[in-house]
């Protein structure tokens, strides 16, 4: 049972590209979240989509936007990168179910560095 | 605003030595509360919740946590560590509604366990 995967590992953009991160959840969950950890701080949480939609969001800029596809999988876009978004991207799947008690399921990350 | 302090950035402990990694929350309502465990270069792993019942909640690796809603505290705690649970510690905390499905993180705390 595959659990969450995201792609690529490893990124290095310079500033002011744009890039996109990309997660398949947990087989069976259909619903994906992204956090943002930057070095030596908890997860922070950008946002949570939900049968292709936006769900709720946290304190981020416009240049952060996501997408999620029929399949469940989602990507994360950052436009006019910032030496401040450097930092590891966490995707979370989980079941929507309403407030779920499940616990979200993490993938390994993709680490964004920027010049 | 829900929010969580770990108050500790390190723990130091003696393997086969008791350890508490310390968590205090800020929710409106009853919590849900989760325990997350990350190692170098990975994803956070679930290690358990609490979302009512017993105050005591057993979780994966003989890992434990105790919920005291007087103390709006839910520390981690492990009768006998082990140089293998060295690792970076997060407490997470969801609010039963209003707060959607996200997850308001600490900064984490370092438990380092040596010989």
């Known amino acids: 049972d595959a659990g969450v995967t995201q792609s690529p590992t490893h990124l290095i953009k310079t500033r002011g590209q744009q890039v996109t991160l990309r997660c398949s959840p947990k087989?069976?969950?259909?619903?994906v979240s992204w956090y943002q950890q930057a070095l030596g701080q908890g997860p922070q949480f950008i946002f949570q989509?939900?049968?292709?939609?936006?769900?709720q969001r946290g304190n981020f800029p416009d240049r952060f936007s996501g997408h999620q596809f029929p399949n469940y999988s989602s990507e994360l876009n950052v436009n006019a990168l910032l030496l401040g978004d450097s930092a590891l991207y966490l995707c979370?799947?989980?079941?929507?179910?309403?407030?779920?008690?499940?616990?979200?399921?993490f993938g390994d990350g993709t680490r964004l560095s920027i010049l | 605003a829900q929010s969580v302090a770990q108050p500790e950035d390190q723990v130091n402990v003696a393997e086969g030595n008791p350890l508490t990694v310390k968590c205090t929350y800020s929710?409106?309502?009853?919590?849900?509360l989760f325990w997350y465990v990350q190692y170098p270069n990975r994803g956070l792993q679930f290690l358990l919740k609490?979302?009512?019942?017993?105050?005591l909640v057993k979780g994966s690796y003989g890992f434990e946590a105790e919920f005291n809603k007087s103390q709006t505290s839910f520390h981690l705690k492990k009768p006998s560590a082990l140089v293998s649970d060295s690792a970076l510690y997060f407490c997470?905390?969801?609010?039963?509604?209003?707060?959607?499905?996200?997850?308001?993180f600490g900064t984490g705390t370092q438990l380092k366990v040596e010989l």
């Open positions: 979370a799947s989980s079941l929507w179910e309403g407030y779920s008690n499940q616990p979200q399921h």
């Open positions: 087989s069976g969950h259909d619903t």
């Open positions: 989509y939900y049968e292709e939609e936006e769900r």
């Open positions: 929710v409106s309502g009853n919590p849900y």
């Open positions: 609490y979302i009512t019942g017993d105050n």
């Open positions: 997470a905390v969801r609010g039963p509604t209003g707060g959607g499905n996200k997850l308001t």
